[in-house]
Nanobody
Framework: QVHVVESGGGLVQAGGSLRLSCVAS????????MGWYRQAPAKQRELVAH???????IYEDSVKGRFTISRDNAKNAGYLQMNNLKPEDSAGYCC??????????????WGQGTQVTVSS
């Protein structure tokens, strides 16, 4: 069993910063990939940032230059540093972890999400 928990959301003024954390625990051999998604009311969920292994991260166009995804493999954790936040960044943010398990399987796990609200 694997659990993924996000934290770090909150209310911030436009131009401010937040750092989201995602920590996976349980039967984990390693984490192959980690991604951050967001969904605003009445909108589809979208990929914000994604990183596979030690490769180059990818970002949704509107967050390039403002958001940075990173990982700490030793802690089975990932982070999303969000700078220069805009009201349109307001959404529920979820972490997805693609986990290699001890039984050689690879599965995706989602956290419950954390809310980010940016006031103008």
């Amino acid at each position: 069993q694997v659990h993924v928990v996000e934290s770090g959301g909150g209310l911030v003024q436009a131009g401010g910063s937040l750092r989201l954390s995602c920590v996976a625990s349980g039967s984990i051999f390693s984490i192959n990939a980690m991604g951050w998604y967001r969904q605003a009311p009445a909108k589809q969920r979208e990929l914000v940032a994604h990183i596979v292994g030690g490769g180059s991260p990818i970002y949704e166009d509107s967050v390039k230059g403002r958001f940075t995804i990173s990982r700490d493999n030793a802690k089975n954790a990932g982070y999303l540093q969000m700078n220069n936040l805009k009201p349109e960044d307001s959404a529920g943010y979820c972490c997805n972890a693609e986990i290699n398990q001890y039984d050689t399987s690879r599965r995706n796990y989602w956290g419950q999400g954390t809310q980010v609200t940016v006031s103008s």
